[in-house]
């Protein structure tokens, strides 16, 4: 059964930092793209960063320079890393597999910027 448990969201001050965790389990993704999407409520997700076996990146525009994904493979995780935080990167952050029919998408991990 495949599971991926998102953590390290919270609330955070306008230019805070926040490091967000993934853990897997039920299937080793060490040769699978991941990638970090967010989601606003009430609108579909969208990718932050991506990461691919190879340790290679990719950021959304409005994520670059300010975030940071890496993945450890004996640890079965993924990491996203925030900078510079907003008030409009409020939102649900999940992580998952590079894969347009993966379905089994964890709870995700509030973010909230606020003073």
């Known amino acids: 059964q495949v599971q991926l448990v998102e953590s390290g969201g919270g609330l955070v001050q306008p230019g805070g930092s926040l490091r967000l965790s993934c853990a897997a389990s039920?299937?080793?993704?060490?040769?699978?793209?991941m990638g970090w999407y967010r989601q606003f409520p009430g609108r579909g997700r969208e990718l932050v960063a991506a990461?691919?076996?190879?340790?290679?990146?990719y950021y959304a525009d409005f994520a670059k320079g300010r975030s940071t994904i890496s993945r450890d493979n004996a640890k079965n995780s993924v990491y996203l890393q925030i900078n510079s935080l907003k008030p409009e990167d409020t939102a649900k952050y999940y992580c998952?597999?590079?894969?347009?029919?993966?379905?089994?998408w964890g709870q995700g991990t509030q973010v909230t910027v606020s003073s």
């Open positions: 998952a597999p590079i894969d347009a029919t993966f379905s089994r």
């Open positions: 039920g299937r080793t993704f060490s040769s699978a793209d």
């Open positions: 990461i691919n076996s190879a340790g290679e990146t």
